[in-house]
């Protein structure tokens, strides 16, 4: 079940067992038997999960994988491009002044969870960045919630001259911020 992506939790273990006892005649298990169970098979073991959507997962069928690999390949004989032309970019949106939940040091006599204080700040950044096949990378693009620049940006810190900050009401891309990333582009990749 794990590898088609349905981990059972211990209930479900638990359900499983006590379906084939009950039409066996048997009566249930007992309330931590899964738990021992697990423990019992070496081959098994208690991880957390990560929830995957069933959308993406289609997308990672290999059938599919291998047939976009070869029109790739079809495309750059055909073509003549060369490996170090095929650039692979991405963006991430995070919420500034967000603190993770983590593991941290506290006094032994401490009861129960330590608290860490969240920064009311809550505005959006984006993050664009790109790289080619041979690990050359274009200098990052930044989206900022706001409507201006502001010089202490550029005056107060150790920002590289050749990354790019752009401002946008709510800190999210738009079709202007994605043509403006093109020619950010373009000016690093033309050789």
């Known amino acids: 079940m794990d590898e088609r992506g349905f981990a059972p939790k211990l209930s479900d273990v638990e359900d499983i067992a006590n379906y084939i006892l009950e039409s066996r005649g048997a009566k249930k298990v007992g309330k931590l038997w899964a738990h021992c169970f697990v423990k019992r098979c070496p081959e098994l073991k208690m991880h957390f ?35 170090s032309d095929f650039y692979n970019f991405d963006e991430t949106s995070f919420m500034m002044g967000i603190i993770c939940p ?61 990354w790019v900050i752009k401002p946008t009401s709510n800190g999210w891309t738009n079709n202007e911020i994605g043509l403006k990333w093109l020619k950010h582009f373009d000016k690093h990749i033309i050789r």
């Open 49 to 83: 999960n990560r929830v995957y959507d069933f959308q993406r997962a289609l997308y990672e069928d290999p059938k599919l994988i291998e047939e976009w690999f070869r029109l790739i390949s079809n495309m750059q004989a055909k073509y003549s491009i060369v490996d």
């Open 102 to 162: 983590g593991m941290v040091v506290t006094s032994a006599e401490r009861n129960g969870r330590s608290k860490t204080i969240q920064p009311g700040n809550r505005e959006w950044a984006t993050a664009i960045i790109c790289s080619n096949e041979e690990g050359e990378t274009i200098p990052p693009f930044l989206v900022v919630q706001g409507q201006v620049h502001l010089s202490n940006w550029y005056t107060e810190t150790d920002f590289p001259v050749d």
